[in-house]
């Protein structure tokens, strides 16, 4: 099965470089790997990111996209991008909420 999912920053603010697309796409795929499903395709622009995964029927879409944004949030704040840094403040960098289509 697939499904589109779409992030978006916290407060829309347009915080991603290429180099942090290049470090989310990484991110985005290991975690997928976790589930047993395959991150298909990967873009983004400054303040969003579009992924098609490719799941197996077990997987919840929400489970997935809680993984997929708590881990990836843990992960590129530790590398402290000053982008990032500057723009965004507490533990957050997505939206709560999320685009999914199938």
Not at 5 to 26: A, C, N, P, Q, W
Not at 66 to 81: A, D, Q
Request: net charge positive; hydrophobic share 45%; glycine share 4%.
């Amino acid at each position: 099965m697939h499904v589109h999912l779409v992030f978006v920053t916290k407060y829309r603010r347009e915080v991603f470089t290429k180099e942090i697309l290049d470090d989310l796409s990484g991110i985005f795929a290991s975690v997928c790997a976790d589930f047993e499903a395959q991150l298909a395709e990967f873009d983004g622009e400054d303040d969003h990111v579009h992924l098609l995964v490719n799941y197996p029927p077990k997987v919840a879409v929400s489970a997935l996209v809680n993984s997929l944004k708590g881990v990836s949030s843990r992960m590129i704040r530790k590398k402290h991008y000053p982008a990032i840094r500057r723009k965004l403040w507490g533990n957050a960098l997505w939206s709560p909420s999320y685009f999914a289509g199938s």
